[in-house]
């Protein structure tokens, strides 16, 4: 079990556990606090995160901004290999391709998946992201492709 996933379980249902957890995140990753995540489940080949549509987050038109929609997107999708990947094994993100279906409005949900999670060659594997508004409207999808490796072993 990866460390993240240890932290999350560990977390996860104490009080301002998801709170710490995302810090505990943030604070390794420090440009993702720019959005504000809240972590709402991770399991291996899954993770669903949050933002709360506030100024911050907002562009000149009073919606989430693409870009804030984009960093939830590859904060899940990170997360998530890494709290899923074995401990052999590395990821890094390679490219991501998004679609702005919908302006949104509201607060944004993402979820991530992949099925790839195995020990294996260097290969690419890909990151679905949906991103849905507080009504249940699908307004971004994403498809994050990742360079997952075996790590190298120190001699």
Not at 8 to 28: E, H, Q, S, T, Y
Not at 72 to 95: F, I, V, Y
């Amino acid at each position: 079990m990866s460390n993240a996933m240890a932290m999350w379980i560990k977390l996860k249902d104490k009080p301002m556990g998801r709170w710490l957890f995302a810090r505990a995140v943030c604070w390794k990753a420090p440009y993702f606090s720019t959005i504000a995540p809240r972590f709402e489940e991770l399991k291996p080949g899954y993770a669903r995160v949050s933002l709360k549509k506030r100024r911050a987050v907002q562009n000149h038109i009073g919606t989430v901004h693409a870009i804030a929609a984009c960093n939830l997107a590859e904060l899940g999708a990170g997360t998530m290999m890494e709290a899923s990947l074995p401990a052999s094994m590395r990821w890094l993100p390679k490219s991501m391709s998004v679609q702005y279906l919908k302006t949104c409005k509201t607060d944004l949900i993402a979820e991530c998946t992949t099925s790839d999670l195995a020990e294996g060659p260097a290969r690419d594997v890909v990151v679905n992201v949906d991103m849905k508004d507080t009504n249940g409207n699908l307004v971004v999808h994403a498809d994050i492709n990742m360079y997952v490796s075996p790590r190298k072993r120190n001699a």
